[in-house]
């Protein structure tokens, strides 16, 4: 299976969640075994220096949430150009890539730190 593109657009200093269920080929919520459920990671591009590790954790009912702190956006800058993807490890232990896209950085106005 193909993974999804789906691009993000991060708040500089906000925290950022945003969650994704995974369903099998019948539709049904998807088993997710045990942690850890995947991993993604920020890039400034392919293979670049790790400018930021999502959180993943489970919700339940085959539904994954993919976080970051204020801390983690705040490090973000604004002016370059981030790409990202998720690998989903399931039950068996198969690593599999679901989504991967660019993500954009909005500043903010307020100083917050």
């Not at 490090?75 to 690593?95: E, R, T």
């Amino acid at each position: 299976m193909a993974a999804t593109k789906y691009d993000l657009t991060i708040s500089k200093g906000e925290d950022f969640n945003f969650a994704l269920r995974i369903t099998d080929a019948l539709d049904q919520p998807a088993n997710l075994g045990s942690s850890p459920f995947g991993k993604a990671e920020i890039r400034e591009a392919d293979q670049k220096p790790l400018a930021a590790t999502f959180t993943v954790a489970s919700l339940g009912d085959g539904t994954l949430k993919l976080s970051l702190t204020k801390a983690q956006t705040l490090a973000l800058d604004s002016n370059k150009k981030y790409k990202y993807d998720f690998f989903w490890f399931d039950a068996d232990d198969l690593y599999q890539r679901l989504l991967y896209g660019e993500v954009s950085v909005v500043p903010n106005i307020t100083n917050i730190t």
